[in-house]
DNA sequence: CATGAATGAGCGTTCATTCAT
DNA sequence: AATGAATGAACGCTCATTCAT
């Protein structure tokens, strides 16, 4: 019947991944985890079927934006190993990268705790490591670090903003600066004397709140 | 034992409900918030109904777990409060609550982020508030604690824990100390000299594993 | 093991019985068949168990209702046999057994769908038929009623103000009496001529509110 | 049949929507309103989550079939219309009105307590109500009806056959004819003398009959 | 290939009914 | 006899996943 129909190119197809990706982006970042399939789809304006021929399934899905994930964390060593200290670039990464999770309501857990599932995701993340590897040799020459502190710790230092980010996203987006500080300092303290903690500690709940919806 | 006071009725009712209660602190502790209550009634021997009559929802009943909670925090501080210096004390308080988060996969989202819902439970976190700040002023009096830190930053960096321990908790229940000193040591650094970081860092997750279900 | 234990009495048990029907009726008037047998019995003051101590299952206690009902239908129905006419005395039944199930939310339906389940019941539904065959009689022999109307439609065209009256009750208590009078006019009209309807036509429900939930 | 536009997606759909349609139909007239949606999955042969795709909840399938009710009251009202007199419209409308009603157990109840709730049921709504007001006009002017009477009173005289009826479909499917054409004749009776009542009245239910589920 | 209709297990919750106290 | 704690089937509804079109 479609004799002169040209093959349909995988154009289209890689269109489609892509799109489906950049709404799971901003609907997970925005709502967590728990956003259907059908949101992403709609969001993306393909089909649920057209989701799920890209994806086996919804962890697939989260796995795929991890690759997404890892692109930006490269650029950011990439800018922090151009920095003229290891102290600089490492403290530069460490906060750049608490920033990314704490505007993004999902992969603040999902990121980390997956692997990557594709080849093009373990590339990222080797390249990943040998940047920041580099970026912390440089820091520890330096004096710069705490002891005992690798390259492997950088993204599980990352993640530990998490809970605070979780917490305060909505309310005071910019809570998180100061333990992300805490911690940064912690692990490379800066230059000079150690400053107080900027910004305000967070306050509790208040009595009868309600427990925030998974 | 209060004199010759009959309470006929309760007795299996208070048994019930501890068995509930058990049952849901176990297995949000094993599996995080999305317990069914079906679940927790299988697993404390009861059918739906009786967890409904004790708790007026899932809500409720993750609020009684958070008074639980609040009474071990409470006994914890008691504990730090009594050591002889306020150094110590926040040390071992905040270890012992993170220690507490590592082995509890829910509550460590949930407890920091709920309000006490209950005037019990609200009582038993001022209680804490002012252990714990009296343990707080003896350290910043011995000059030991990070300067501009507050009681209020207490929880918020108990909580921090919780994305390592979650990731960790099934395969290197103890990999969360590492971090856990590396955060203690930013808010309280021990007497002498600061030691290098204690245990291995995290290995990345390995190439084509899963992403844990939430 | 009891010797010197007096009999209970009947006495609490019927005061019991008394207690439930009354919640019981004030229910169900108010918001119809779907109360809980909890509901009922907080309202008596007495616990769920002896509300089917009383009345085998649900049905049970809406049968019971019945006799209550039958006994103010016996009152009105002995008012009406006492009147000077046969006409007067059946217009006056008819309306007055209607406007009892125009405050009744749940027997317009029940009442007259279920069976005296008692010898009491029975007993008062015969001495009903009796007084109202007699009324009857008298209305036909003065000329007053619709041929071949019985003492047995009675009943059946007392209960057909159901419909308007559960639709109206809560906004417009008095709709169903234009209705009423209808439809006492169609079986026994008034002496002189025949009035206009009486009142206000039933508008239509507005555009877009919701069902009533059954 | 519409020219040569093909719309190839939904054959299914369609057909799956008629058969979840008139599977409701069927239930809620034999079981009134309480049928559970399952229960009308497994009547249509399809899932629930189909019944849910099409209506999104049980309102929403109650409002679908008022539609379809107010199609058929439509028909009714136009073919009324057509007939020579007024008087004669109007007592053929309201018994068919009252035909329909008797044959289904949920709509009695369901069709006039419900507003319209789709654009097309208010236009079929007010499409019934401009015919049958020009019946009803045509009836005063022939001196047919009851004075007082208006167009409004046609749905809520209909609705009243609605209590009679559901007590007595199963058994005497008929039963309702006497006391419809009671109702009738109270309003528009016919041209000449006044008939005695049809049919037999209604028998009370035996004792110790059980009361029908609501 | 893309679509979105279909599926059904599973969720949180209710309530008539039973039974240990 | 009275109580109310316990039960569990059933409800309305959701959504990850499959498959006919």
Redesign the interface.
């Known amino acids: 019947m479609s004799t002169t129909a040209v093959r349909p190119l995988r154009a289209d197809a890689v269109r489609n991944r892509a799109l489906i990706v950049d709404a799971a982006r901003k609907l997970f970042a925005e709502r967590g985890?728990?956003v259907t399939l059908h949101d992403v789809a709609e969001e993306a304006g393909v089909g649920v079927g057209t989701v799920y021929r890209r994806f086996p399934d919804k962890?697939a899905l989260?796995?795929g934006l991890v690759t997404a994930k890892y692109e930006t964390l490269v650029e950011l060593a990439e800018q922090a190993a151009a920095l003229p200290t290891g102290r600089e670039g490492l403290r530069q990464y460490l906060l750049g990268a608490m920033q990314l999770r704490s505007s993004d309501r999902s992969l603040?857990?999902?990121v980390?705790?997956?692997?990557?599932?594709t080849a093009e995701a373990?590339e990222l993340?080797e390249r990943l490591?040998a940047l920041m590897g580099g970026v912390v040799a440089r820091a520890q020459a330096e004096g710069a670090v705490?002891?005992?502190?690798?390259p492997?710790?950088v993204?599980?230092?990352s993640?530990?903003?998490?809970?605070?980010a979780?917490?305060t996203r909505d309310e005071h987006p910019d809570a998180w600066r100061?333990?992300a500080l805490?911690?940064v300092?912690?692990?490379c303290p800066p230059a000079g004397e150690?400053?107080?903690?900027?910004g305000e500690?967070?306050?509790?709940?208040?009595?009868?709140?309600?427990?925030?919806r998974?």
């Open positions: 985890l728990d962890d989260l796995a603040s857990t999902a980390m705790r997956a692997a990557p599932q373990l993340r490591w705490r002891q005992g502190f690798t492997d710790d993204p599980a230092v993640s530990m903003i998490g809970s605070i979780d917490r100061r333990y805490l911690l300092d912690a692990v150690l400053p107080p903690l900027v500690p967070l306050a509790p709940p208040p009595a009868g709140c309600a427990v925030a998974p």
